[in-house]
T-cell receptor, first 108, second 114 residues
Framework: KNEVEQSPQNLTAQEGEFITINCSYSVGISALHWLQQHPGGGIVSLFMLSSGKKKHGRLIATINIQEKHSSLHITASHPRDSAVYICAVLQGAQKLVFGQGTRLTINP | DAGVTQSPTHLIKTRGQHVTLRCSPISGHKSVSWYQQVLGQGPQFIFQYYEKEERGRGNFPDRFSARQFPNYSSELNVNALLLGDSALYLC?????????????FGEGSRLTVL
């Protein structure tokens, strides 16, 4: 079993829908990153969380340390949100472990 | 301001050869980390360097090595290439020596081993 599990692996939705991507981890962590990867490979950092909730535009990230679970929500989804979303957990100060990614496709 | 730059963007090697990949961090960033991403999988952590010292190492064989230069740029070297080394190699820079701040990624170097 991977230390970091994301669900779903693939998600297709219509423009405007509310999107939720989940990340569960089995180890103690000091922080969690949500990343966005577009075709071609470039990765953009969306959020870094150690507790609670963060919001940036239409994106919301939450984390529950006790339940070892984080969610990434996208409100009013748009085709430009189509990408692979990756969760990465920080163990200690220097070990970053990544999930396998969730491929999101938003159809117009 | 330039972001994280990596070179080369694409390269093809044959088994047994050696490869050097380069990364220039964002100006002012002192930490560089390297990741391997095999097609269809999430990235895997290879190395982190901060202030020219290795701060972290993932579960990769000794064929993989790296270094950081006084200007904070970095090189990743892979010796005796195997077919399984074919992947996208990503570099990220950050301000501090821990991953508790924002990470800035380059576009990656796509390595194909034939």
């Amino acid at each position: 079993k991977n230390e970091v599990e994301q669900s779903p692996q693939n998600l297709t939705a219509q423009e405007g829908e509310f999107i939720t991507i989940n990340c569960s981890y089995s180890v103690g962590i000091s922080a969690l990153h949500w990343l966005q990867q577009h075709p071609g490979g470039g990765i953009v950092s969306l959020f870094m969380l150690s507790s609670g909730k963060k919001k940036h535009g239409r994106l919301i990230a939450t984390i529950n340390i006790q339940e070892k679970h984080s969610s990434l929500h996208i409100t009013a989804s748009h085709p430009r949100d189509s990408a692979v979303y990756i969760c990465a957990v920080l163990q200690g100060a220097q070990k970053l472990v990544f999930g396998q990614g969730t491929r999101l496709t938003i159809n117009p | 301001d330039a972001g994280v730059t990596q070179s080369p963007t694409h390269l093809i090697k044959t088994r047994g050869q050696h490869v050097t990949l380069r990364c220039s961090p964002i100006s002012g960033h002192k930490s560089v980390s390297w990741y391997q991403q095999v097609l269809g999988q999430g990235p895997q952590f290879i190395f982190q360097y901060y202030e020219k010292e290795e701060r972290g190492r993932g579960n990769f064989p000794d064929r993989f090595s790296a270094r950081q230069f006084p200007n904070y740029s970095s090189e990743l070297n892979v010796n005796a290439l195997l077919l399984g080394d074919s992947a996208l190699y990503l570099c990220a820079s950050s301000l501090g020596g821990q991953f508790t701040g924002e990470l800035f990624f380059g576009e990656g170097s796509r390595l194909t081993v034939l």
